[in-house]
């Protein structure tokens, strides 16, 4: 193995770990090892509070595997690199989301579709993440920051904004396209600004008629409260892409009665019950459901560059890391205005 080409790894990493599910985030320490050839090493000064955060300590997935650091909307500086390296340098600033490795060899590695990849390693699960001082991932899934951009408000845009951006773009959104987003909350106050930044015509659907006049400040060009039945069907048909980024059980057949002909509505918020819908209306309208999880390495540099030249913000509320608890109280609580982030 070659030398890290620095020496300033951590013999210790300390963070805020979970021992069981459900159970209060303690002070933990551990071994990091050796630093591997194609590794480096972050010292973090922000990590962002995602709900899969919460749902990985909580084992809502049935994945997680105590003690474990959770976080993984993570900004900070390179400390040292190992000795494959090429790409990342020390004291430079990066932010590290979902994925901390991929395979590399396999068909989605080749085509720069990482985050498909079967033996993806995501950054907090079987491994410890980012609330915490340090933390190590291999340097293909670090990205450099924009200058311009500051680092309370990039944690969130590492998982949350690339989760709304990556439909986005994958989808073929542009200037002549109409798209709504669905929720106005986490994922989606930042999905308004990716769509207007796209050049589109976006419409902002909510079930809180309170937040039309910031979904309009944040991009919106229209407003529709979703339990308005009547305002729903006024809009049947009115658009190329619907984004749905809520966690809630929607009227699904009336959204995708919302879509044009060859329209799309794309899924990547986790309602708690199936989604149905009638086949007819997506055979006779050529219409389409489909997925998104987070990104490649490729889009998040892209995300960060866009957000960067377009002034897509998170908006978020910064906590102390030692009052993490605190944050996910107040997050599982729908407390937080948009997005929960510590800071050490």
Known sequence: MKETKTAMTASEIHGLAVHAAGAQLVAYKYEPGELKAHELEVKISHCGICHSDIALIDNDWGMSKYPFIPGHEIVGTVTAVGGEVLD????????????????????????????????????????????????????????????????????????????????????????????????????????????????????????????????????????????????????????????????????????????????????VGVPPSPITIQAFPLIAGQRAIAGSPTGSPRDLFEMLDVAARHGVKAITELFPMAKANEAIAKVKKSKVRYRAVLAN
Not at 102 to 111: A, D
Not at 131 to 155: M, T
Not at 199 to 205: M, Q, S
Not at 227 to 243: H, N, Q, T, W
């Open 88 to 267: 990342r340098k020390v004291g430079e600033r990066v932010g590290i989301g979902w994925q901390a490795d991929s395979c590399g060899i396999c068909e989605w590695c080749r085509q720069g579709d990482e985050h498909l990849c079967a033996s993806a390693q995501p950054t907090c699960v079987g491994r410890n993440g980012g609330y915490a001082d340090s933390v190590r991932v291999n340097s293909r899934f670090a990205i450099p920051v924009p200058e311009n951009l500051g680092s309370e408000g990039v944690g969130p845009l590492l998982c949350g904004g690339i989760t709304v951006y990556s439909p986005l773009r994958n989808h073929g959104v542009r200037p002549s396209s109409r798209v709504g987003i669905v929720g106005i909350g986490g994922l989606g106050h930042m999905g308004l600004q990716f769509a207007k930044a796209f050049g589109a015509e976006v419409t902002a659907l909510s079930t809180s008629k309170d937040k039309e006049e910031e979904a309009l400040e944040m991009g919106a060009h229209h407003f529709v409260n979703t339990r308005d039945m009547g305002a729903l069907k006024k809009i049947a048909g009115s658009f190329d892409f619907v984004l749905s980024t809520v966690s809630a059980d929607q009227d699904w057949q009336a959204l995708v009665n919302c879509l044009r002909p060859k329209g799309t509505m794309c899924v």
